[in-house]
């Protein structure tokens, strides 16, 4: 989690789901508790994080957004799809 929290450009606002009904359920103010507390309970109870998270060893990618996650597929596999997109769109 450390790891993951250290790649973050927003901190834990940008993993955890807030929105979510476990987080609601929760009754918790983030800005009350520690960062140990804070990943300690991202581990206990990893139904309020946002999903997907997908890292390598430079990008982090949270929640679903197909364009970005695009980015993680190796340069080949990318020029693939696009041949294929402009094959199919006649150029």
Known sequence: ???????TEEGT??????RSRS??????DLETISMS????LMVEK????RRPIIMDDKR???GF??????RFLPRSVRTLELQRA???AGF
């Open 60 to 62: 982090l990618q949270v």
């Open 37 to 40: 507390e804070l990943i300690e």
């Open 86 to 88: 402009q094959l199919l």
């Open 13 to 18: 606002s940008e993993l955890i789901s807030t």
């Open 65 to 70: 957004n197909e364009d970005e996650m695009r």
């Open 46 to 49: 990893p139904a309020i994080l």
């Open 23 to 28: 987080f609601l359920d929760l009754k918790l």
């Open 1 to 7: 989690m450390k790891a993951i929290l250290r790649m």
